[in-house]
T-cell receptor, first 119, second 112 residues
Framework: GAVVSQHPSRVICKSGTSVKIECRSL??????MFWYRQFPKKSLMLMAT?????????EQGVEKDKFLINHASLTLSTLTVTSAHPEDSSFYIC???????????????FGPGTRLTVT | ELKVEQNPLFLSMQEGKNYTIYCNYS?????LYWYRQDPGKSLESLFV?????AVKQEGRLMASLDTKARLSTLHITAAVHDLSATYFC????????????FGTGTRLTIIP
């Protein structure tokens, strides 16, 4: 089946520093990837759509200068939380949609998530 | 704005009992998904429902979709402890966009 990995799985950083989270599709190419955040005991909220070769599309209320997204290749998207603050602490989950020819072309495959703690 | 609501939000049930989780959404949908999430983990895909009247079953879980009523159900039969988790429905409303809007989640606890 389609596998998506995230790295790191957990990260603790100090307030004011930046953190990069990687999302990789391991056995398929993904033109489109999504980034979600989830607060404890809450649902997933879509942050942005990451498109290979073009700028990410951010959801309303998400600061694009704070959450930098780079979809550098068909298998890698990165989310950089810049100047992180404690309120950015959350569980960040990415998902990827196969470009073609793998499983269904609409189903999203989710990564295992990255837990960010900002102290 | 699309809204996706689930009820109940919390559900405690005894092993061996049956129950249903409901997912209502506010606008026409192309596809509806059900996911399971264990504490501290990411999402596990359970079902994808693509058309009105679709019904899918896997083990003790069965999902159905009524697009006219904008309602999906996740039915649990003879619950076992291993089914304890949070269940989310999600709706994809824009064909070719694949953006998902998630429901509020239902935290299910199965009591021995």
């Amino acid at each position: 089946g389609a596998v998506v990995s995230q790295h790191p799985s957990r990260v603790i950083c100090k307030s004011g520093t930046s953190v990069k989270i990687e999302c990789r599709s391991l056995d398929f190419q993904a033109t489109t990837m999504f980034w979600y955040r989830q607060f404890p005991k809450k649902s997933l909220m879509l942050m942005a759509t990451s498109n290979e070769g073009s700028k990410a599309t951010y959801e309303q209320g998400v600061e694009k200068d704070k959450f930098l997204i780079n979809h550098a290749s068909l298998t890698l998207s990165t989310l950089t939380v810049t100047s992180a603050h404690p309120e950015d602490s959350s569980f960040y989950i990415c998902s990827a949609i196969p470009s073609s020819g793998v499983e269904s072309s609409y189903e999203q495959y989710f990564g295992p998530g990255t837990r960010l703690t900002v102290t | 704005e699309l809204k996706v609501e689930q009820n109940p939000l919390f559900l405690s049930m005894q092993e061996g009992k049956n129950y249903t989780i409901y997912c209502n959404y506010s606008t026409t949908s192309d596809r509806l998904y059900w996911y399971r999430q264990d504490p501290g983990k990411s999402l596990e895909s359970l079902f994808v429902l693509l058309s009105n009247g679709a019904v899918k079953q896997e083990g003790r879980l069965m999902a159905s979709l009524d697009t006219k009523a904008r309602l999906s159900t996740l039915h649990i039969t003879a619950a076992v402890h291993d089914l304890s988790a949070t269940y989310f429905c999600a709706v994809d409303i824009v064909f070719g966009n694949e953006k998902l809007t998630f429901g509020t989640g239902t935290r299910l606890t199965i009591i021995p």
